[in-house]
């Protein structure tokens, strides 16, 4: 399913601009999620919280009025140096401009000055464009990225892959 205003931006090359979500954006990055057919689409009232409750710690991609990416994490309570991103997506006709990591890069700096200095995401071993994206966005910051297993399969009530802790440290704030 085409959004197309979206699409146009895409044809036009136009930049979205990254800013922090609104409640209003939860809708949107549901029918991206949706329309990826590889992410685990939560329910769309968990999008409308998220956007209204971790702004702060999220960004999306606008265009032409439009979400057309973004990067949704929040500050563990246990570790509040440590920005956890539960999902990240760029809408089909943004693909493969490297908008996935400057939403990511982007979010990193945002919350930088909040102390910020580690990034912790989960990917399951057949996701292989989210394990690139996070060695690139390590490599490209010079920081270190580990990976740890932190649930087996069989932890899952459902047929969910095993899914690896990536942590990137440091994640200093990217120099201009």
Known sequence: MSNEPAATAAANGSEPILRHPRSGDGAQLWRIVRDSQVLDVNSSYAYLLWCRDFAATSLVAESDGQVVGFVIGYVRPEAPETLFVWQIAVDTEFRGRGMAAKILHGLLDSVADAGVTTLETTISPGNTASQALFSAVARERGAEL??????????????HEAEQLYVISPAQRQEA
């Open 146 to 159: 580990r990976t740890v297993s932190l649930f087996e399969a069989n932890d899952f009530p459902d047929s």
